[in-house]
């Protein structure tokens, strides 16, 4: 089992910035790849970003690519995504998640975390 802790939501005005972070405890080594989610009200839940924990490749999905940044502490098995350029369309509850990616552009799905909510004003 991986469990996996969100911390850095929070609320900002449109055109700022947020870093979300995951923390992963348990067994770690049975995952390859951690990634974030967001759903936003009334919406699908929606691939964020990905990073391959062993190779560091990362994927994004289209509506952040340019914006967001995802980076990893491979040591202390953290993960963190940067949020540029908020807007208010990124409104949403953030979940990170970890798993076995491997196909490529593969988002994890076997662990979730709680959440963390993400509130962009205008």
């Known amino acids: 089992q991986v469990q996996l802790v969100e911390s850095g939501g929070g609320s900002v005005q449109a055109g700022g910035s947020l870093r979300l972070s995951c923390t992963a405890r348990?067994?770690?080594?049975?995952?390859?790849?951690m990634g974030w989610y967001r759903r936003a009200p009334g919406k699908e839940r929606e691939g964020v970003a990905t990073?391959?924990?062993?190779?560091?490749?990362?994927y994004y999905g289209d509506s952040v690519e340019g914006r967001f940044t995802i980076s990893q502490d491979h040591a202390k098995k953290k993960v963190y995504l940067q949020m540029n350029s908020l807007n208010v369309e990124d409104t949403a509850m953030y979940y990170c998640?970890?798993?076995?990616?491997?196909?490529?552009?593969?988002?994890?799905?076997?662990?979730w975390g709680q959440g963390t909510q993400v509130t962009v004003s205008s």
């Open positions: 348990g067994d770690t080594d049975s995952t390859n790849c």
């Open positions: 990073i391959y924990t062993g190779s560091g490749i990362s």
């Open positions: 998640a970890a798993g076995s990616c491997w196909l490529h552009g593969a988002f994890p799905d076997k662990y």
